[in-house]
């Protein structure tokens, strides 16, 4: 679609000749998706579209308990320190942003007064400087005045190195002022397309500087409210035990006029997938529960009951595997898997070719996922436009034996392939899931058939995936071979989420295994087009350059890309959810009722 037909769209919008839904099919046909086409809209000055989900009841409260069921248990409560979706979910309920994400990819204010456009003066020309307004007359949860202060002291905490946040990377290169106590300006370095990142969604939830002041930088750990937190948010908390169950109550004061409709909320944690699934579609025993990767046939069996319905909606989630460059098994300076290693096998760039050929995702698809992914060999997928189209998957045992067979590694006695004494025998981990044991079995057998013998390791998924600096089997320690994990694209723009293919974010002991780069790989090149990115104002080249990143770690077979991912849900039939694909799953709890 060329300019001139994208600028007479939008004058048609303003005018009122066509819908902003026909404008988004419009687009859509030419592979523009709905939150890119949202964010033009937004950028032209049209207003975002009002709330996905209508909220009916006329009062707050009265609704009774809302029983949230998460089968990997939350384990903490500081947003900022959350690198799990499960702790991001449980620190929704009670921390909000400015603003959050619906499922069509509209910007919706939450902590402010209004999204910033260029007709209300939140959006500069040079798109260096962004104007919030906030809310005025809301509460933290002990009474105190939510104020700009605030947002200005979030900005501190989690640009602190020594904090060691997870969501530094929003915040690192931009600065932050007070206008007045209801108004804040961010200040960004370079012209930014995407500037709806810090202070929003999943890494914007604002901390009240009452509680949190004394503990900035190297006391972050110690703070009390990391697990007793006192937020703005619909509910109040009562209590916590870490890994096991949350309660929170009905905050009066809230901000929104009628909500929450429920008295409490209750988020427990534990089991698995399955037993999730069919405690909210077969028993009822549980309101909603998140992130159902469940065989697809086990959950249409379960929907015929009538009890609940699951809900799928599209995202820009990816089920990858990450082969490890670094050597796992040698400590250095306090860590294993350090940058200052080499990988004795799977540095060869040879064996990490041979390893994506023994990966029958179209398999792995049909028979385990179903309507919870879709195969690809591209680390980014949605929006459209920023997918790779050079990018594609190949199953091949053949071809693997030829290439492991040309770069020298011979088989033993034992059928496992070898070369200068270093057999390719692999650690292959990933958290206790049945589709991730069953995939983990595919991808065993066919590297049996290549000589390669895989170790299958399953941590349970409380353990893998929280952000413990002491647990040697967290997912970002990275102390295996290869791992497999599904990681959140939190927004419809996947700069922020392309940051773990950055050398400044590679997770470490110093940055407590916060750092974003998992993989530990990295390349000058993927780091140019990155920066590049950032201030590229021309929507084309600046998909290019990310689609560049993304393209350099899959074509080094460091990260093997899987299913693209679908957040899939189950819920009661008579709960009214906010489901959405581009925040996490809390992001309007307010909102939701009982129909």
């Not at 409380?462 to 939190?490: C, G, H, I, R, W």
Request: charged share 25%.
């Amino acid at each position: 679609m060329d300019e001139r037909t994208l600028s007479s769209l939008i004058e048609n919008v303003k005018d009122g000749a066509i819908s902003r839904r026909s404008f988004i099919r419009r687009l859509a046909a030419v592979g523009i998706t709905a939150p890119i086409a949202s964010q033009i809209l937004a950028w032209n000055d049209v207003a975002m579209a009002q709330a996905s989900l209508q909220y009916k009841p006329t009062k707050a409260g009265g609704g009774g308990p809302l029983k949230i069921l998460l089968w990997q248990a939350p384990t903490l409560l500081n947003p900022h320190f959350a690198s799990g979706t499960k702790d991001q979910i449980a620190g929704r309920i009670f921390f909000e942003p400015l603003a959050g994400w619906d499922k069509e990819g509209n910007l919706t204010p939450q902590l402010a007064a209004e999204v910033p456009s260029r007709a209300n003066g939140g959006l500069s020309e040079d798109g260096k400087v962004v104007t919030w307004k906030l809310k005025q007359g809301v509460k933290w949860h002990d009474g105190k005045p939510f104020t700009a202060d605030d947002v200005v002291f979030t900005w501190e905490y989690a640009a602190d190195p020594a904090t060691a946040a997870y969501t530094t990377g929003s915040y690192t290169n931009i600065k932050v002022e007070k206008v007045d106590d209801h108004t804040v300006k961010v200040i960004f370095k370079e012209p930014t397309p995407f500037w709806a990142d810090p202070f929003v969604g999943v890494v914007g939830q604002i901390l009240p500087k009452h509680h949190f002041a004394e503990y900035k930088g190297a006391k972050s750990r110690e703070a009390p409210a990391n697990l007793k937190p006192v937020g703005t948010g619909p509910y109040k908390f009562t209590d916590f035990k870490p890994g096991d169950i949350l309660t929170g109550v009905r905050n009066e004061d809230y901000h929104v006029k009628n909500q929450p409709h429920f008295d409490t909320i209750e988020v427990k944690g534990g089991g698995d997938a399955v037993s999730a699934a069919r405690a909210v579609l077969q028993t009822g025993e549980f309101d909603y529960a998140w992130n159902l990767q469940v065989e697809d046939e086990v959950l249409k069996k379960m929907e015929t009951g009538g009890r609940g319905k699951v809900s799928a909606v599209a995202s820009g989630d990816i089920e990858f595997i990450i082969l490890n460059t670094t050597d796992p098994w040698t400590e250095v300076d306090g860590e294993r898997s350090s940058v200052k290693t080499k990988h004795p096998t799977l540095s060869d760039p040879k064996v990490r070719e041979a390893i994506n050929l023994l990966i029958d995702r179209d398999s792995i698809q049909k028979f385990i996922y179903g309507r919870g992914g879709t195969a690809t060999a591209s680390f980014v997928n949605e929006p459209k436009q920023f997918k790779s189209q050079k990018l594609k998957y190949e199953f091949n045992i053949e071809k693997a034996n030829k290439i492991l067979d040309d770069a020298g590694y011979k088989k033993g006695s034992d059928g496992i392939r070898e070369k200068d004494g270093k057999k390719l025998k692999y650690v292959y981990q990933t958290s206790i899931n049945a589709p991730r044991q069953k995939t983990q079995a595919i991808i065993k057998q066919a590297c049996q058939k290549a000589g390669i013998d895989l170790e299958l390791k399953s941590v349970t998924a409380s353990v893998f995936f929280s952000s413990d600096v002491a647990n040697p089997d967290t997912y970002t320690k990275l102390y295996v071979d290869m791992e497999m994990y599904t990681t959140t694209q939190p927004q419809p723009d996947p700069e922020r989420f392309l940051n773990q293919f950055v050398s400044w974010e590679i997770a470490t002991k110093e940055n407590k295994w916060l750092g974003r780069n998992v993989s530990r790989y990295s390349d000058p090149e993927a780091d140019k087009a990155y920066k590049a990115a950032q201030k590229e104002l021309d929507p084309a080249k600046r998909a290019a350059l990310l689609i560049k990143v993304n393209e350099i770690f899959c074509e080094a077979n460091v990260i093997l890309p899987l299913l693209s991912r679908t957040r899939v849900a189950a819920s009661v039939t008579n709960l009214m959810h906010d489901h959405s694909g581009w925040d996490v799953d809390t992001w309007n709890v307010a909102a939701w009722y009982r129909s």
